[in-house]
Each structure stands twice: as C-alpha cells, then as structure tokens.
C-alpha cells in the first residue's frame, strides 16, 4: 500500500475533501488559496463517493465513505484531519432486516442543521436515506421514504439506483428535499415522516410523458444559502431554477453549450450566482470541443458567461462528476472541481481564473470544502 | 452435532479485526460452511460485515476456499464442513 501523507491545517486553512475511485485525500491551503499541500491517499484502493465536514458543536470532523470492492463500504470519521480513522466492527450504515436490500455505495454525508448538531444525514444505493442522530454512532432507514409506492418504479442510471442530494431547508426544520437518480426529487414537509415527488417542470426526456410526476433523472440540486427558496437543478438534459423552494422549475439553459452536466454549485452569498460544467450529449459525456469551461451565471440563470482562464482549451475531453465541484465560504468565493481524468481544479476569484491543484489523482467522484475553526485548546 | 475443530485464515486487511491475527483456531458446532462463519463471526464480530452483505451472502468479490476449493464449486455457504478443515477467506481478483 503507497505511503500516506497527512496535513495539518492551521485555523483560517482552507481544506479540501476530495473522494476519488481509489481514495481520498485532503488538500489544504492558507486563506489565499494560491498554495496548496495534498494528504493522503486514505483508504488506498476505495471507492470514495461521499466526503464531508462536520464543524459544528466544536468538531472538526470529516466523514467519508469508502466503499470496498472486496469488503463492502461503511462510514468512517476523523478527528484529526486523516491521521486516524474510525473502523466501527459492525458496518453502520446498513438496511435492516425486512428490506431485501444490502448497500453498494455511499453517496451522500451532510451534517444536520445547527440546531440539530447531533444530525446526519447519508444517502445510499439502492436509492435509500439513512439518519443519525448520535453524531453518526447509529444509523436508521428512512423508512417512509423506503416504503414509498413509486419506489419499485425508480430505476438505476448509469452510476446506479442512489439518493445523491440531500438539502436541509435552512428555515423550515421539518422540510428535507432529496434526489434520486432516477426516481426525481422527493420532499417532505413533516421531518421524513412522508415524503411526496416534487418535479414540477422538470423533463424526462426519456420518457414517453415528458413531464412526469416523478421519474426524473435530476443530477444535482442546489439550495442558496441565504435566500432558501433559490434553487438550481441540474438534470439529465435540463438546467433549471427555482423560486419557490423547489416546489415548480424554469428552464434556464440560456446560452450554454450543452444542458446536459451533472456537477453545480451556488456561491455562499450570491444566490443569483450559480456554476455549472455542461457536457457534450447523453452519449459522449465529456465537456464540448474539448474545451474546460466552467459556466457561471450572475443573473440567476438568465445568461451564462463561459469561465476559461487557466483551463486547457484544447483536447480536453474531460468529465466531472455530480459531487465533483464545490464552493468554499469565503468572499471572494472559492470554486473547485476534480475530472474523472484525475485532474483538480480551484479558483480563489469565482471562477475568473483558475489552477491546476493537482492531476494524475485517480478519478474524481468527489469534492467538499471548508473553512477550517478550530476550537481555541487545539489552535 | 458434533464438535468441531476448525481453522479460518484470515486476509491481511481484516486481521485488525480479528484481534490482530492471521490464523483463528474454533471448536465448535457446525455442518456447513455457514454454519462455520457463524462460529467465526461470534468470535470475530467486526468480520462479518465485511465478509457477508446485510443478506447474509458472501460479497461477489470475497472468495471462501475449504481446504483448498472453492466454495463456488462445492454448493456455496451450504457446502459440508469436517473436523479439522481449513476455511481460507481471500479477496478475488479483482479491481482496475
């Protein structure tokens, strides 16, 4: 097994979580994003979907969840940024009996709300939504959502059957919004209770209804921090915005190459800015002409400007992935992105100019940021 | 049901939780090769889930030898066991 590398973020720090098909690793730089220093590989020869961080109620805590070809996936944690892990004996996140039903991958780890430091949400394949709530001890199955009736209807895309998006309204604590591909987005109004489909004006060009009530191939959702009722989806062919918390959709494919893509991203602060990758056809999957732009928007949607500084514009027939591009918190914004060729990408200026992290990293499936805080005994 | 005297080779990544051990020696009751994990995991909790999907099947990419064939070839988890056989857990081969 290769020798890993581990870092030592100081406070201020920005860290970088990045999942890839055979490890993670974590990236690190001061405050002005120009130098970066790379830890790892952790969990050499795993699958790793889903990274997160948890800081709240003092942690400084990432999760990730890799998935081993041989022995199977679960979640671990570490407390000191990847210098040790937790390897719980009896995997946590696991169906329960009844259910027919054994995990292939993790997908998803968000922390719950502020108020709910305890909170944690993780979403699987087969399309499934598990919680915590002991700070990731113990795991339990939706089990309304599991239950629903057009479950058996959902279908697996081309990474398979799984629950990808998990957003936690900000404002309103019983409202969960979760995606599946391919099943569409599900809400519930109730803290998971029951769960109904929300895909009002989202295509399903696949299908023979074009705008079904559930069914959807939605790549990613994202929510606007500071204005909850913004939202952009990406989709399997669609690119959308919503205005009133997800509940009805408008195309807003202006101007751009392809809507089709699977990663996006919304700036921490300006929710009528948005980032997207498009890429080339159903078919081909790589970014078009060969050409790397990320796509911004500053107008929520209404034009698109192309964002090239310091990307290659030529011959690169790259693909990046739903979970594979990120902000940061800062101001300006941090944009960040890894491609299935194994090549990370960050922008310190919101996407105004971007440089090369890293490349020859093993393909990219995963990418999560974070300002670190340390609490004052570990400064 | 007689006593059996059983010994898993344990694969190198799983032998943190075995306690550290490459080899586990059980005497215990057991007719199939099922039955025989089932000793195992009893002794060795932490093996289980890495070895035995939440339906209790041996995961696709896990291969099982009792002395020396594979129980693919032999009727799977349901496969004889006898005293003093050698229960050898591999990975496959696999990966890319």
């Not at chain 1, 987005?185 to 998971?192: E, F, K, P, S």
């Not at chain 1, 399997?236 to 009133?244: A, T």
């Not at chain 1, 944009?335 to 922008?347: A, D, E, M, P």
């Not at chain 2, 051990?21 to 890495?50: H, M, W, Y």
Request: hydrophobic share 35%; with cysteine.
């Amino acid at each position: 097994m290769p020798d890993t590398h581990n870092i030592t973020p100081e406070n201020g720090d920005v860290l970088l979580l990045v999942g890839t098909m055979k490890g993670a690793f974590l990236f690190r730089s001061p405050k002005g994003r120009r130098s970066w220093e790379m830890g790892g590989p952790y969990f050499p020869g795993s699958a790793v979907y889903a990274m997160g961080y948890d800081a709240r109620a003092g942690r400084h805590r990432i999760w990730a969840g890799p998935n081993s070809m041989h022995w199977g996936g679960l979640l671990r944690s570490s407390d000191d940024f990847g210098q040790s892990w937790t390897n719980p004996e009896e995997a946590n996140v696991k169906f329960p009996e009844g259910t027919d039903a054994a995990l292939k991958q993790i997908w998803q780890i968000v922390p719950g709300r502020e108020e709910e430091p305890d909170a944690l949400y993780c979403g699987v394949e087969p399309a499934a939504l598990f919680v915590s709530h002991d700070a990731g001890q113990s795991w339990s199955l939706s089990k309304p959502l599991w239950d629903h009736p057009q479950r058996a209807r959902w279908e697996p895309g081309g990474g398979g059957l799984c629950l990808h998006t998990i957003l936690l309204d900000p404002t309103d604590s019983y409202r969960i919004r979760i995606a599946v591909s391919t099943g569409g987005m599900y809400v519930t109004d109730d803290a998971g209770t029951t769960w109904r489909p929300s895909n009002q004006g989202v295509r399903a060009e696949f299908l023979p209804e074009k705008y079904p009530e559930f069914g959807q191939c939605v790549h990613k959702v994202v929510q606007a921090k500071g204005q909850p009722d913004r939202m952009y989806l990406q989709n399997h062919w669609g690119l959308y915005r919503s205005d009133d918390r997800g509940e009805s959709w408008s195309d807003i494919a202006n101007g751009v190459p392809s809507d089709f893509g699977f990663a996006m991203a919304v700036h921490p602060q300006d929710a009528d800015c948005a980032f997207i990758i498009p890429l080339e056809s159903d078919g081909f999957r790589c970014t078009p002409e060969g050409k790397l732009r990320v796509y911004r928007t500053r107008d929520a949607g209404k034009t698109w400007q192309a964002m090239t500084k310091g990307l290659p514009q030529e011959g690169a027939y790259e693909t990046v992935l739903r979970d594979a591009m990120t902000v940061d918190s800062l101001d300006p914004a941090g944009v960040y992105f890894g491609t299935r060729n194994g090549k990370l990408f960050g922008s310190a200026d919101e996407g105004k100019s971007w440089m090369g992290l890293a490349d020859g990293l093993p393909a990219i499936v995963s990418v999560r940021a974070a300002v670190i805080s340390l609490p004052e005994k570990l400064q | 049901m007689s006593v059996l005297s059983l010994l898993f080779v344990i694969p190198g990544p799983l032998r943190e939780l075995a306690g550290n051990r490459d080899e586990v020696r059980i005497d215990g009751e057991a007719r199939s090769v099922s039955e025989a994990l089932s000793l195992l995991f009893a002794t060795c909790p932490g093996v289980r889930d890495r070895v035995v999907t939440e339906l209790g099947e041996v995961r696709p990419h896990v291969n099982i030898f009792v002395d020396g064939e594979s129980i693919r070839y032999t009727g799977g988890t349901g496969a004889p066991v006898r005293d003093g056989a050698e229960i050898l857990i591999l990975p496959a081969l696999s990966g890319g």
